[in-house]
């Protein structure tokens, strides 16, 4: 998420609350409620550190489903056909982007064209079961 809201806003009525996930979407719907607007900036940018390896990355994501959970989000545990197709997706989509990156060398893409079905597999499979857990 990149977002920006008056310092009044965030001491005042719409507090930025204290949760282990999904804080970003219990803000939106809080400003919402408040009576206030969003704006959206298609063109506004982000950087995340996403530095974890394969192994941690399925219990991001199984923490990151169960705190959208945990503020209200609805998240259907996804099928396998779903599961297949989103993979396919993020693959092919991650795969264009790294074919086109003129920062890495030869030899850094082919390692990112090996590692990243794995990713994508470890996401959807925390996915699941964070869908799945039974919430504290």
Known sequence: MNSAARR?????PVPYRDVSYAEDQLFGRDVIAAGYIK??????????SNDMTLA????RMTEETMGQREVGIDVAVPSLGVVGRMMVRGIARDS???????????RRKAYHFVLNPLFHWQKWRGVRRGAAAPMP
Do not use: K, M
């Open 8 to 12: 009044d806003i965030l001491t005042g």
């Open 39 to 48: 704006a959206f900036a298609p063109r506004a940018s982000a950087v995340h």
């Open 56 to 59: 941690e990355y399925d219990d």
């Open 96 to 106: 264009l982007r790294l074919a086109r990156d003129r920062d890495f060398s030869v």
